[in-house]
Every structure is written in C-alpha cells, then in structure tokens.
C-alpha cells in the first residue's frame, strides 16, 4: 500500500510595524533607566547607612571600646572588657556603674596578678573545670563570665592547695579573758579587786562596755593568735595577750576602740532667765575618758583657748569645728547630763565645769584589761578560726604579689568620655 505523503507547511514570518518597533525600543530604554534608578536609590541608602555606621557606632563606640586602658604584666584588657566587667558586678545597675569602674579594674588587676602567680607555683584551672561550673551554674558562657569562674576556682584552689596545708589543722593558742574599762583608773581598780579575788566573770558583767565580752562574761575562749582583735573589734590586744605570761593581769589602751560614754567638759557663756523660759549658753568638749577630760580643764585653766581646744580634743563631729558651741539650751526642753549641769544651782557664767558623764554620745578610746587564763602549745583550730587564719594568709600573699616591684602595670588614667561610654556600655 503506497505510504500517504504528507505536506509541509511552512510557518509564516510576521514582521513588526515600524511604528510598534519604536514603541518596543522606547519602553525597553525606560526599563533600562528605572533599573540604574533603582540601584543608584539602594546605594545611595546604603552609602548613608554606612556613614552614618562610621559616625554613631564606629567612630564614638566600637573603636574607643578596643582601646586598651589595662596591661598586667603583659596581659591587655580592653574598655569593653571593663564595660562587661561592670555589667556582671552590678547586674547592669545604672546607679551603679559609674561608681564601680575603679573598683572593677582593681579586681581585674588582683584576678590576673593572681592567676600569674598561683601558674609560677603550678596552681592552675582547667577549661573543662571552667566550662563545668558555667554549666551547673546555668550563667551564660563569655569571656568575661569564664573569667571570673576561673577566679573563683582558682581561689578555692589556692586555699586548699597553698593556705590550709601551711597553716594546719593545729596550732599554738591562749585563751584569754578580758574586759572593756571606761579609765586608767578604773583598770588599776579592777585588778585591785581581781588580785582580791573577785570573779573576773562578775566584773565584766558589771563593768565592761564591750557587749560581746558581757556575753561571753569576760571568757574569750582558745584561739590562736591573729583571732582575738577580729573578734573584738580591738587594736592590739590580741598582740599583747600572746606577749604576756600566762597567769598575768594587763591593760591595754585601745585609741581606736568605740564605746557609748564619754565626759564633758562645758562652759556656760551667758544665762537668762524671763517670764517665758529659762536660758543658757554653752560651750562644750566632749572626750573619751576622765584623765582626757582633766587634762583639758587643766589647760584651759591655764588660760587656753576654749575653740582652739575643742578643734584639738573633741569628738563630736557636729561642734568641734564650731568652736565647741553647743547652741542655746532651755530649761525643761534640752535634756541629757549637759542640760542638767546648766541649770543645775551650781553652775555659774564662765567656770569651767567638773567631767560630766555622758552615755548618750559615742566616743573612741578605751581601756581593754586582759588576763591569760591558759596556754596550750599545740590544739586543733576551730572551723571558724581556721578560715580567719586562712583568709588573712591569702589577704596578706594578695598585697605581696600587688605591691612586688617586678610587676608592671600599665593603667590608662580614663578620660570622663571613657568613663562615660563604659558606664553606658555595661548597662548593655
């Protein structure tokens, strides 16, 4: 069967208008423009950007913030550093952040003084030490908070390994009673009545102005030596105690020692008396003790100036400054042991009182009398001793290795702008 033979159809060729091909031409040139349009708005926007980048955050921010304003020993740290630094110290407080820069690069400078230090004697953390208690701890991890971690741990370290195994579990220790005495005299007449035979228990019950030597009824208990000035507040009690035989009676005078008792010593300038009220004038001098207190009556007895003894002798803050002036005082109105003086039958216009006793006003200076009940050359430290004797030991190695001469320290005086943009930074 002869095969049907298909045509071939030839598809036909349409040409555009002259006039429709103009159209086509000029359209196609407007898209061409509106492009180049639109990517010169983006970079033009884009170049705005840019230099409005490099004038609010580049230039007044992020370049100040990688200058280095601390090396320790070669170690740089960096303003952001301190910026983060603050942030972590004070939760990002603003009330505070200011106020804790300083004290925030003193830290920085003890942590790496520390660090070096503890690595010469081969005390080190780990990464993974580091990395683990970030964990348990839930904090998030950064350079500043792994810092600070390895500080922590490294502390713990150093107490363990270096300040417990040199001090021991025991040690030398005395224990020592004592008391807090108003006088010289009064001291001198406690051990009178000590040597008689009275109970130094009683005594200070009755006697002491330590309220922490009432309570334990004079008995301070064993401790080794460095324990006892901490315990009581004191300046060099625990010095003497441990230079004193055992059995023996001392008295110390403790310059520093605040206590509620003092002694005036007034002069009334002017009284009046009306209708409406009664009146006086006075000047006043308070000291710590009665032998202070006589010897100002002695010089101004012997014609001293009463303002210039005041500036000299006095201790309260509000009048000494002034001359001694303690105002106008009113009968039936003003009251404590001043008050009753001035309008006491007794007191005249320009005499200088007797010492009045005062327990309304606060005052340094007193007498610690003390008695070496035992000595013990060798008795196992109480917890609480141990940890003061361990936290003065890393105290002390912590202002050795800050004050060595080899060290070198370069800190950055701030400028109020560096001061200013890390306080703003660690509120971040």
Known sequence: MAKKKHKSHSHATHTLSVKAQSKLAAQKKRQKITRW??????????ALLAVGGVTQWLLPVYLPLQKTVLTVNGTKFNAQYIARMVNYYTGGDPTY??????????QIT?????KQKAAELGITVSNDEVAETI?????????????????????????EQKFKVEIGSAGPQRQVLAMLLESAAQAEAVKDRLESGESF?????????????????????????????????????????FSAAEGGIGVLYDQAKSKQLGYWVVKITEKTTTDEASTAKVLGILVPTIEKAEEVRTKLAEGGDF?????????????????????????????GPVAVYAFSEGATVNEISQPILTKDSNTTGAYWLYQVKAVES??????????????????????VIRDDPANEIDRVE?????????AEQSLA
């Open 37 to 46: 349009i639109g990517f010169g708005i983006i970079g033009a926007v884009a």
């Open 97 to 106: 952040s200011y106020l804790f820069i300083d004290p925030v690069i003193d």
């Open 110 to 114: 003890q942590n790496e003084l520390m």
């Open 135 to 159: 964990k348990t701890a839930g904090i998030k991890s950064n350079p500043t908070t792994r810092d600070i971690v390895y500080s922590s741990l490294l502390a713990e370290k150093l107490t």
């Open 201 to 241: 228990a009683d005594i200070t019950v009755e006697l002491s102005l330590d309220s922490t030597t009432i309570t334990n009824k004079g008995d301070m208990g064993f401790h080794p030596q460095g324990i006892l000035d901490s315990l009581l507040f004191a300046a060099g009690l625990d010095e003497a105690a």
């Open 307 to 335: 303002a210039a003894l005041a500036a000299e002798y006095s201790q309260d803050a509000m009048t000494k400054d002034t001359g001694g002036d303690l105002g106008t005082l009113t009968l039936g109105t003003s009251t």
């Open 378 to 399: 060798s008795r196992t430290f109480t917890e609480d001793d141990l940890d003061k004797l361990v936290n003065a030991a890393f105290s002390e190695w912590l202002t």
């Open 414 to 422: 701030l400028t109020d702008e560096q001061r200013d943009l890390i």
